[in-house]
């Protein structure tokens, strides 16, 4: 069977399901190509050991995309404070919403729960097919543009392929796009927990010389984990039974929030920096972890993939209003102009904060110590971060602008 679409999106997580929704309405018919559909319910308490801290701007896209207000029904945890500290150094940084007249710096909210709000608003689109499960057997390109040959012999023509199939990208492999990048020999180690004492509404992590460690509040109280470790560090943390993995984050954390108790199962994934050589093609484009995977210490990725999403969109609505060929890369090229630098910067501060805080040389701990607390008084400076955060810097995509 032969289906041809305007767009044919691969990969219906946060990023492709918020790309194809904001597509839809514009005239195109589109679908979207997804392995596994989405889980539409979960036993009460249950917490997904995936979460994400979501800036203001995704916020803001979130609601222009007609999800938000589910999010916040499934469950969506607001943070007003982020304290930062460094385990040799000694420096300090705290960030704090009231010092802006803001009710919080963001949210921390289930992967599962952002997916599934973006993908009910999916279901009730006439312009989109989900196809779901899909397996993708074959990538073919054609002078008709790029299809997709599914492994039950469908065959999913398109004008624009657009790939947010995650960092393993399938289709950035079969168009045979390179990155470049390395592995961190770390591994985010992510469990839910109970702390002795409340979380206080805000975002925790310690710089440990083997890694960062991060408490992320969640609505009943309890807190998500993200305990980025090397390599063999890693393997003795994992090793360890539940009661024993609890000491050692307590202790790691230094007590700051008393006593912790795992409560649940623990995950864990290796860790890469990895960017896209390029993100276009004609017929094709790369967005979210597809086009740039960033070490989660300070938890951009997604919020970075919806911004990819929300350029790519401009482009093609120009693209559409001048009349011309949504593919072409001349269409494309306006994207991938607007968040190549963005995101290559992030990757690139990400990376260096990892191996400066990941130094346990006394003058550079030192050094370290002092900046952290001459940045944590330097209000200019601060300023910036919390604008980033808050979805407050400039050259923002229209989705994802200051409601005016
Ligand atoms: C420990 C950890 C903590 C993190 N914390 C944060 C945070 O606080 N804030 C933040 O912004 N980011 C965070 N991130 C990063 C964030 O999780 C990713 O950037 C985000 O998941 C990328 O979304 P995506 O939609 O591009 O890809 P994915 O979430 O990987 O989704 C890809 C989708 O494509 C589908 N798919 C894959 N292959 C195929 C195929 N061949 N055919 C069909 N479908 C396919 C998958 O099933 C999936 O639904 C964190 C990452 C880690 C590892």
């Not at 979960?42 to 979501?54: I, K, N, Q």
């Amino acid at each position: 069977m032969n289906t041809n679409y305007d767009l044919l999106v691969v990969g219906g997580g946060m990023v492709g399901a918020a790309f194809a929704l904001a597509c839809s309405g514009k005239g195109l018919t589109i679908g979207v190509v997804e392995a596994r559909p989405p889980r539409r319910a979960w036993p009460a308490g249950e917490v997904d050991l995936r979460v994400s801290a979501l800036s203001r701007a995704s916020e803001r896209m979130l609601a222009r995309l007609g999800a938000w207000e589910r999010i916040g029904d499934l469950g969506a945890s607001p943070y007003r404070q982020m304290r930062v500290w460094d385990a040799i150094g000694g420096g300090s940084i705290q960030f704090d919403s009231a010092d802006l007249g803001e009710p919080d710096l963001g949210h921390i909210v289930e992967n599962r729960v952002i997916q599934l709000a973006l993908w009910e608003r999916l279901e009730s689109l006439p312009d989109l097919t989900l196809i779901c499960p899909a397996s993708i057997a074959e990538l073919e390109r054609t002078a008709d543009g790029p299809a997709l040959v599914l492994a039950d012999g469908r065959r999913l023509g398109a004008r624009l392929l657009v790939a947010a199939d995650g960092r393993d990208s399938l289709i950035r492999d079969l168009a045979s796009i390179p990155t470049q990048g390395w592995d961190y020999d770390q591994r985010a180690i992510v469990a839910t927990v109970v702390t002795a004492q409340w979380h206080q509404d805000t975002a925790w992590q310690r710089f440990l010389p083997t890694g960062p460690l991060a408490f992320l509040p969640l609505r009943d109280g309890r807190c998500s984990i993200v305990w980025s470790a090397d390599g063999s560090r890693a393997d003795d943390l994992l090793a360890l039974d539940d009661a024993a993995f609890g000491q050692a984050l307590t202790d790691a954390f230094e007590r700051r929030l008393g006593q912790v108790r795992v409560d649940g199962p623990r995950a864990s994934v290796a860790l890469r920096l990895q960017h896209a050589q390029r993100y276009v093609e004609s017929g094709l484009a790369l967005i979210g972890d597809a086009a740039h995977a960033i070490h989660p210490l300070a938890g951009q990725g997604v919020n970075l993939g919806l911004l990819d999403a929300a350029e790519l969109v401009a482009a093609l609505e120009l693209a559409l209003e001048r009349g011309r060929d949504l593919a072409s890369l001349w269409t494309l090229r306006r994207y991938e102009r607007a968040r190549r630098g963005d995101n290559l910067a992030m990757l690139a501060a990400m990376d260096g904060f990892k191996r400066l805080f990941g130094n346990d040389i006394a003058p550079v701990a030192a050094l370290r110590g002092w900046g952290l607390d001459l940045t944590d008084r330097a209000v200019p400076l601060k300023r910036r971060f919390m604008d980033r955060a808050l979805g407050l810097n400039p050259g923002l995509p229209p989705l994802a602008r200051p409601w005016k």
